[in-house]
């Protein structure tokens, strides 16, 4: 079992920045990627970025520039900096730790980018 605790969230205006926070516990043995997800009212899911166990990054075209991930594998902590933010990144952010059987999500984090 693993479970997944999100942070950092919050309002921030245009142009400014956050970092998000995953906390992970439990086995991460095998783990295939940990990524961000997106969901804005009325929108489906979507992909932010995401970190490979070897250590490679995707990144959603909307994003790329601008956003950031990273980890820590001795706080199994992955973070999401975000530069730059525009109106239309607002939207509850999750983690999500993906396993060849499994796939764990975080309880999600609201960022809201208004001036």
């Known amino acids: 079992q693993v479970q997944l605790v999100e942070s950092g969230g919050g309002l921030v205006q245009p142009g400014g920045s956050l970092r998000l926070s995953c906390a992970a516990s439990?086995?991460?043995?095998?783990?295939?990627?940990m990524g961000w997800y997106r969901q804005a009212p009325g929108n489906q899911r979507e992909l932010v970025a995401l970190?490979?166990?070897?250590?490679?990054?995707n990144y959603a075209d909307s994003v790329k520039g601008r956003f950031t991930i990273s980890r820590d594998n001795a706080k199994n902590t992955v973070y999401l900096q975000m530069n730059s933010l525009k109106p239309e990144d607002t939207a509850v952010y999750y983690c999500?730790?993906?396993?060849?059987?499994?796939?764990?999500w975080g309880q999600g984090t609201q960022v809201t980018v208004s001036s």
């Open positions: 999500k730790a993906a396993f060849s059987r499994n796939d764990y």
């Open positions: 970190i490979r166990s070897g250590g490679t990054t």
């Open positions: 439990g086995s991460l043995f095998s783990i295939y990627y």
